[in-house]
């Protein structure tokens, strides 16, 4: 436990040492941010309720999009740099040294996502929110992040080359997120439709973020997180025998 | 302790490592010599439980590399060749990351930290972060590592590339204290490092073991012509004709400065031919200065043990640093 703790910190240090944490920050601050000021201005003129899905959807996009920079160099870049050999020859199990790298990545997920909880909060000082839909929502966010950076790891872990791994992660996460435009151009009532549909990211978060805790959803992103970790610890440890 | 019996490696389209078999007690410094591409690596690379062996078996520490990989990592330190560090990372904070990940015990964690630290002459670089340090440095930062968990075992890929003269000497009196407690496996290509480093030594070739011994032991084998070194004052070309009489002399090789003659006598069957030069020598009142048998150089034994099949591979030899 204390070396899985030791290896967390370590990559999360990296975030912070390279400017990836402060560019996405940045990034999902900024388009948020602006976001956010149109729908407080339309919600004034127009006299409606704050619609704080709006906020949250965009918010789920960019860190899904931004995904692969967290995820691109965590093995490529040891594999390129050499480190894996060092890493891989103190006595940590492959699976630990996985997960320590996709344990790193969701707590940058949320500590990048705290500041975007001030608008909830900024909201609910003048207006209402219906604070569980927003937990819900969040809760969304944090799981189809989970996939994403379980998607991310596993490329990572196929390629040597972190580029390589960004743009394939970019890739997947694109088409997770647009899948549901892509269902309207097969009938709806056959097998592709539903799988397409079961897939989507962005049908996953609508229902999340109307207070819908559906376990079909929680299923899949669960699931499909544990299957990527799965698949990556075996790449990394097929390395051995190659 | 390192014990290796017949283990090969194959990679896709090439036999990296073929049947190696040897073994390497507690309390010896053993040294892996051979070209560039000769496998010394790869099997480096399968005692650190870095890759698996295609087929064979290692036993370190008293554990198999293959079945007992995290109890054999426990106990091995390991500095690759390339030496790669998180060069993002301070000297102090790496090692002490290094120290947790080894599972080197909370209590002395900070002490075995300072220990390497000092041993390894790093203390007024501690906070140096690792990428803005020099190529010498940063093979200290990696010895540090490798020896920050007390391991039993070391193992050094060329643990001397790209040193200066006073780094090297430092790392040489490190290694031979190592060499005291531990069992120490090194790779070099500075065949002299080897020799004086080293009580046992390794020659790959082409992913075989092609010699193993002590420096001496290899010497003799290999002496397929016993030499024998004279020095005689006198008429040369006289001298050599005599010589050259003598039974069983294969070659005589002759160099004179003044009247001072320097001759090399190698034999036709590898047998000792000092007793019957000194016979024919005091026969005929030769002023000998000196009658030695000549023992190969490493270089010598190096460069005959691996030309035998030359591929353009033996060529490539000694020139990786």
């Not at chain 1, 965009?58 to 160099?73: A, C, D, E, G, K």
Request: proline letters at 4%; glycine letters at 8%.
């Amino acid at each position: 436990m204390r070396s899985f703790l030791a290896l967390v910190r370590r990559e999360l240090g990296t975030y912070f040492v390279s400017p990836v944490a402060y560019v996405i920050l940045t990034v999902v601050l900024l388009i948020s941010g602006l976001v956010f000021s149109h729908l407080v201005a339309r919600m004034v003129e127009a006299a409606v309720p704050f619609d704080y899905s709006g906020i949250l959807a965009v918010i789920l996009w960019l860190f899904v999009i931004t995904s692969p920079l967290v995820t691109m160099r965590t093995v490529a870049e040891e594999k390129s740099k050499g480190t894996i050999e060092i890493a891989l020859t103190a006595p940590v199990p492959e699976a630990q040294w996985i997960l320590a790298k996709y344990a790193a990545a969701m707590v940058l997920l949320l500590f990048l996502a705290l500041p975007t909880v001030g608008f909830a909060l900024l909201i609910s000082r003048y207006g209402q929110v219906d604070a569980g839909a927003v937990a819900c929502g969040y809760l969304g966010v944090v799981l189809s992040c989970s996939l994403a950076y379980a998607v991310g790891l596993f490329i990572s872990a196929l390629c040597s080359n972190q580029i390589t791994a960004g743009i394939l992660t970019f890739t997947v996460a694109f088409l997770l997120l647009v899948t549901s435009i892509l269902a309207g151009q097969v009938s709806s009532s056959s097998a592709w439709s539903r799988f397409i549909e079961y897939v989507d990211l962005s049908a996953c978060y609508g229902d999340f973020v109307r207070g819908l805790l559906d376990v079909r959803r929680l299923v899949y992103l669960l699931s499909g997180t544990v299957f990527f970790l799965f698949l990556s610890v075996r790449v990394v440890e097929s390395r051995r025998w190659r | 302790m390192i014990e290796v019996s017949d283990l090969t490696k194959v990679y896709p389209g090439a036999v990296a490592v073929d049947g190696v078999s040897f073994r390497v007690e507690r309390g010896q410094v053993a040294g892996f010599v051979g070209p560039n591409g000769a496998g010394k690596t790869t099997t480096m690379r399968i005692l650190a439980g870095f890759l698996a062996p295609t087929r064979g078996s290692a036993v370190v520490a008293g554990f198999d590399v293959v079945r007992d990989s995290l109890e054999v990592r426990r106990r091995v330190g390991y500095l690759p060749e390339t030496n790669p560090l998180y060069g993002e990372m301070r000297v102090e904070d790496y090692l002490e990351f290094r120290a947790t990940v080894k599972k080197v015990p909370p209590a002395r964690r900070r002490r075995r930290v300072e220990e390497v630290i000092d041993r390894c002459g790093l203390r007024e670089r501690r906070r140096s972060i690792i990428q803005h340090l020099s190529k010498g440095l940063r093979q200290r930062v990696g010895m540090a590592d490798a020896l920050v968990h007390e391991p039993e075992v070391v193992i050094l890929d060329e643990p001397t590339l790209g040193l200066d003269p006073n780094q090297v000497r430092d790392v040489r009196e490190l290694i031979l204290g190592l060499g005291r407690d531990r069992t120490v496996l090194l790779s070099s290509h500075i065949l002299s490092e080897v020799e004086r480093l080293c009580g046992r030594l390794l020659i790959m070739h082409r992913g075989k073991l092609v010699a193993s011994g002590t420096p001496e032991e290899i010497s003799n084998r290999l002496m397929r012509t016993g030499r024998v070194r004279l020095e005689i004052r006198g008429d040369g070309r006289a001298i050599k004709a005599g010589l050259e009489a003598v039974p069983r002399v294969a070659r005589v090789l002759w160099s004179a400065r003044g009247d001072l003659n320097t001759y090399l006598v190698e034999s036709s069957d590898g047998s000792d031919l000092r007793p019957e030069l000194f016979r024919v020598c005091a026969g005929r009142s030769w002023e000998v200065l000196e009658l030695a048998s000549e023992r190969l150089s490493l270089e010598e034994v190096f460069s005959i043990v691996t030309a035998e099949s030359p591929g353009g591979r033996a060529a490539a030899s000694g020139g990786g640093a």
